[in-house]
């Protein structure tokens, strides 16, 4: 596709339900990156895909995150037993050669 | 470990005004990737410009213009004659050679009223 896409663009969930966060990245990019935006914060790096080769995993805050990314192209960020810490922004983003980034729009969750 | 430093939080500027906002970073890469985002409201990050670090040519591009400087490891990025439209939260951000992780700041957020 033409840019980043995620979805759902906002998901609104009860306290410890599992929830999957889905990124399209561009076309033909290798790399795909996972961050987190919590309230009037920064962001926080979570996982980094990189072709074929083993995820840098160093950024997930718990064993209650995970990412796969199927085919070298979708990625799916679930979260189990979801906290209300866990509410944030999730932005994936993707990349060709490293030195471009190409952010979605994010999904907005919400963990009540 | 990569680190990026925006010390300004929040900037309050009056349209045509100009603004500065400051971007420290620290890193032991010798080759490095210095970039600036703009997060409007809307909260889609739209990319503004990427330096290398064995590029230290400031760039002006229209009305924003970026002031690298190895020697005091800032790239600070300046808006001549501000606008309502430039309000937004701006991110400095550094990516090493790797391209594993690109490092983001605080994030400031400028307020231009008119």
């Known amino acids: 596709g033409a840019g980043v896409s995620q979805s759902p663009s906002n998901k609104v969930t009860e306290k410890g339900k599992d929830v999957e966060l889905r990124c399209d990245p561009i076309?033909?990019?290798?790399?795909l990156y996972w961050y987190r935006q919590s309230l009037g914060q920064g962001l926080e790096f979570l996982i980094y895909?990189?072709?074929?080769?083993?995820?840098?995993k160093s950024g997930l805050p718990s064993d209650r995150f995970s990412a796969e990314r199927t085919g070298g192209s979708v990625s799916t960020l679930t979260i189990q037993r979801t906290q209300q810490e866990d509410s944030a922004v999730y932005l994936c983003?993707?990349?060709?050669?490293?030195?471009?980034?190409?952010f979605g729009s994010g999904t907005r969750l919400t963990v009540v | 470990a990569q680190k990026v430093t925006q010390a300004q939080t929040e900037i309050s500027v009056v349209e045509k005004e100009d603004v500065t906002l400051d971007c420290v970073y620290e890193?032991?890469?010798?080759?490095?990737?210095l970039f600036w985002y703009k997060q409007p409201p809307s909260g889609e990050l739209v990319f503004l410009i990427r330096?290398?670090?064995?590029?230290?040519q400031n760039e002006i591009s229209g009305r924003y213009s970026w002031n690298f400087q190895k020697s005091t490891s800032s790239f600070n990025f300046t808006i001549t004659a501000s606008q309502v439209v430039d309000s937004a939260v701006y991110f400095c951000?550094?990516?090493?050679?790797?391209?594993?992780?690109?490092?983001f700041g605080g994030g400031t957020r400028l307020m231009v009223k008119p």
């Open positions: 983003a993707s990349s060709l050669d490293f030195i471009g980034y190409t």
């Open positions: 076309s033909g990019h290798t790399a």
């Open positions: 895909f990189q072709g074929n080769s083993a995820p840098d």
């Open positions: 890193t032991r890469d010798t080759t490095y990737y």
């Open positions: 330096r290398n670090s064995f590029d230290e």
């Open positions: 951000a550094l990516s090493n050679n790797a391209g594993n992780m690109l490092t």
